[in-house]
């Protein structure tokens, strides 16, 4: 005696376009805070990052005679 359960009411979940709006807006959420965290990195972004160019010559060592 088993019960047959009929297959489109088996799924585990929906799919339609219901899923599809809410994957959409995801993306675009995250393509706006990853577009804002971008223009804050460069406006924080110092003008002269470590390791660049040395600011001052390294003193020269007299000759010896």
Same mark, same amino acid.
Request: proline share 8%; aromatic share 6%.
């Given at each position: ?11 585990? @979940?929906?799919? @339609? ?18 577009? @804002?965290?971008?223009?804050? @990195? ?24």
């Amino acid at each position: 005696m088993t019960k047959t359960i009929d297959k489109n009411k088996a799924r585990q @979940g929906r799919s @339609g376009w219901q899923v599809l709006v809410v994957l959409v807006c995801a993306l675009i959420l995250a393509m706006v805070v990853w577009w @804002g965290v971008g223009i804050f @990195g460069s406006t924080i972004e110092p003008e002269d990052p470590v390791g660049g160019e040395p600011t001052e010559q390294p003193a020269e060592i007299p000759a010896q005679d």
